[in-house]
């Protein structure tokens, strides 16, 4: 079986502690999150707990957008956060989903991984692309956001 795992890293000019509610939460996610305007008109859905483990959104959008369900597994603030990133369509697959948080002078150093496996139609969909090129510059362009929305908080009004 074909694994994969994308992973990005960025400096943030902010503390992990004003960095992780924004990833902790599923609300914070529509600040940061690079697939917030695939689809105006997704319809999203939270349950359970607001953040941490046990914190889960489910979405249900267009074509592009698709939809799945995410769910917080582990939250050990600020250094690390892992979510069961599950998608429903157009391809099922669970792609378990990790942000690790690490202090650096002037900031912090968050990388984003997200793991999976391609089988049934996504092997397929898997011999013309490549998930890192596919996934990559998502989330180049969310950890970009997730920094603007971090330094906002930090210096903020």
């Given at each position: 079986?074909?694994?994969?795992?994308?992973?990005?890293?960025a400096?943030?000019?902010?503390?992990?502690?004003?960095i992780?509610?924004?990833?902790n939460?599923f609300?914070?996610?529509?600040?940061?999150?690079?697939?917030?305007?695939?689809?105006?008109?997704m319809?999203?859905h939270?349950?359970?707990n607001?953040?941490?483990?046990g914190?889960?959104?489910t979405?249900?959008?267009?074509?592009k957008?698709?939809?799945?369900?995410?769910?917080?597994v582990?939250?050990?603030?600020p250094s690390?956060?892992?979510?069961r990133?599950e998608?429903?369509k157009p391809?099922?697959a669970?792609?378990?989903t990790s942000?690790t948080l690490?202090?650096?002078s002037g900031?912090?150093t968050?990388?984003?991984?997200?793991?999976?496996?391609?089988?049934?139609?996504?092997?397929?969909f898997?011999?013309?692309?490549n998930m890192?090129?596919?996934?990559g510059?998502?989330?180049?362009?969310?950890?970009?956001?997730?920094s603007?929305a971090?330094t906002?908080?930090?210096?903020?009004p």
């Amino acid at each position: 079986m074909a694994t994969y795992e994308v992973t990005r890293s960025a400096f943030i000019p902010a503390p992990a502690e004003a960095i992780f509610p924004l990833i902790n939460s599923f609300h914070e996610w529509t600040k940061w999150s690079p697939w917030e305007t695939v689809d105006p008109t997704m319809e999203r859905h939270y349950s359970g707990n607001d953040a941490g483990v046990g914190a889960k959104y489910t979405w249900s959008g267009n074509r592009k957008a698709g939809s799945g369900n995410m769910e917080i597994v582990e939250s050990s603030a600020p250094s690390v956060l892992r979510v069961r990133l599950e998608f429903t369509k157009p391809f099922k697959a669970v792609n378990p989903t990790s942000f690790t948080l690490t202090p650096t002078s002037g900031g912090t150093t968050v990388k984003w991984t997200m793991t999976g496996e391609n089988k049934g139609l996504a092997k397929v969909f898997a011999l013309f692309m490549n998930m890192d090129k596919l996934v990559g510059g998502d989330f180049e362009k969310g950890l970009k956001q997730l920094s603007a929305a971090a330094t906002a908080k930090t210096t903020g009004p």
